[in-house]
């Protein structure tokens, strides 16, 4: 078997491998760089490899940075079949059309800007219509814990990460001539004692993990540490009088975050009058994604779901898809939730949002997700005092309230105990920046004593 990581290996971004076994070549994973100005800038470079060599590509959750460029590798001739869970396949059919949107409607703005100055900037990488044509190289859903056949004695089976609705780790296996090899890619796990997630599977007993390590080099508060964290950054926000942003993925954070606002609504923590609105036609077609598949989630939502509730719907909230709808929240000047996309505020609804109220001295902004290099998030959350928002410099007088705990990966310590589960497994790490990798590579091997190699990216590894 060899393993060659591509995308970016040493970042949070871009996750991409190529699995070459059994004279197959299989891609895990075919995600979308982040960070920098502009969403896709990163993403039109082509592929280090032949897209039409590629036998197959397997998906392990429908976040960007995993799926993003897949409507460009099968532009690019990519044939095969795209193996994924029913809940990704749903998931990514939304999260790449609205993309793909996005990027033209960025496009749109650049290309005047660009004809100003008297230059020309290149197409996004794909088109709403190529992101649909992905899709439809969907193989039939795969359901967790089944092996599925490759071909040539190669097998594949999915089993729940706990990370986003659907998401899986994958685990491949060879058999030949009697004896067999077994890699699993973890894809990116989710952290144990959530609310909405259930905890992530076992890791089961193989030869090689890749695993990732956004969070490698630190432990999370605990969830509950985390939840008390947010309702009181809410309560405090509430009480200086302006308005609270919320910046969110649309997939999973924003689910847990109405979770949240839904059980301070009943136990009478927010003010009747508060308006919180969720602002993102993406996030509220995910939202009900979730909604259809409650029994796939954490069990105390099945057991809310057998009393006949509603996780994420409650009487304060209100779902506004229409663009009139989102530009008729400027008119509440204060008191409202407001909870958009994107998360790292590099893009969609919430720029606006954060156009009204960053410069307000009683507004507040609370992130709750991770915030990577480049974004504007991500200077707001390191103190910027202004940051650029469609092309104007917008002062940061609101408070800024960063809750990390929410996080939907594991921390250093549950990668590490995820990992126990593999045996004697030698560990490649991937997909964490450079100090979560050297730290969690350092920890692994002092604690479980295991082979471990910080992978470099676009280098073939032999296991
Ligand atoms: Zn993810």
Redesign the pocket.
Same mark, same amino acid.
């Given at each position: 078997m060899r393993i060659t990581a591509y995308g970016a290996a040493r970042e949070v971004t871009g996750s991409c491998h190529l699995l070459e076994a059994a004279g197959k070549r299989i891609i895990v994973d075919c995600g979308q760089f982040q960070g920098g100005e502009h969403s896709y800038d990163r993403s039109t470079e082509p592929f280090p490899f032949d897209p039409r060599s590629i036998d197959a590509v397997v998906l392990t $959750?429908g *976040?960007l &940075? $995993?799926i993003g460029r897949l409507p460009l590798l099968v532009k690019e001739g990519f044939e095969g079949p795209i193996y994924a869970t029913a809940e990704t396949r749903e998931i990514g059919r939304l999260i790449l059309a609205d993309a793909a949107h996005v990027m033209y409607e960025e496009y749109g703005w650049r290309k005047r800007k660009a004809a100003r100055q008297g230059r020309e900037i290149p197409p996004p990488p794909y088109a709403v219509e190529d992101a649909l044509l992905a899709v439809d190289q969907f193989a039939p859903p795969v359901a967790y814990e089944s092996p599925t056949s490759l071909g040539n004695g190669l097998s594949l089976t999915l089993r729940n990460a706990g *990370?986003?609705l659907g998401?899986a780790f994958v685990e491949f296996e060879e058999k030949r001539n009697g004896s067999g090899k077994s890699v699993v890619f973890s894809g &990116?796990l989710g952290y144990r004692g959530r609310q909405v997630m259930p905890d992530p599977a076992a890791c089961p007993p193989c030869d090689v993990v890749v695993s990732e390590s956004t969070y490698g080099d630190r432990p999370h508060r605990p969830v509950e540490e985390s939840r008390q964290e947010f309702a009181e950054a809410i309560k405090e926000a509430l009480r200086r009088g302006g308005n609270v942003v919320i910046p969110s993925f649309a997939l999973e954070r924003t689910q847990e975050v109405l979770y949240y606002l839904h059980e301070m609504w009943d136990a009478g923590e927010i003010p009747s009058n508060c308006h919180i609105f969720l602002d993102s036609p993406l996030a509220i077609s995910i939202t009900e994604a979730y909604e259809r598949h409650l029994r796939d989630l954490n069990p105390r939502l099945v057991a809310s779901l057998d009393r006949g509730e509603d996780p994420f719907g409650f009487p304060g909230v209100e779902f506004t898809p229409s663009v009139e709808d989102s530009r008729a929240i400027n008119s509440w000047p204060s008191g409202s939730i407001i909870i958009a996309g994107s998360g790292m505020a590099n893009g969609g609804r919430v720029i606006h949002h954060l156009r009204h109220n960053l410069w307000r001295e009683d507004s507040s902004v609370i992130f709750a997700g991770y915030q990577a290099i480049g974004t504007p998030g991500r200077a707001i959350v390191d103190g910027a005092r202004s940051v650029k928002i469609m092309g104007e410099e917008i002062a940061v007088r609101a408070r800024i309230y960063t809750i990390n705990g929410l996080s939907?990966h594991a921390d250093s310590r549950g990668i590490i105990d995820w990992l126990r589960g593999s045996g004697n497994a030698d560990v490649f790490l991937v997909h964490g920046e450079p100090d979560s990798l050297d730290a969690l590579a350092t920890a692994i091997r002092d604690e479980l004593r295991r082979n471990v190699t910080v992978v470099e990216p676009k280098t073939p590894y032999d296991v």
């Open positions: $959750h *976040h &940075d $995993h *990370h986003v998401s &990116d939907a």
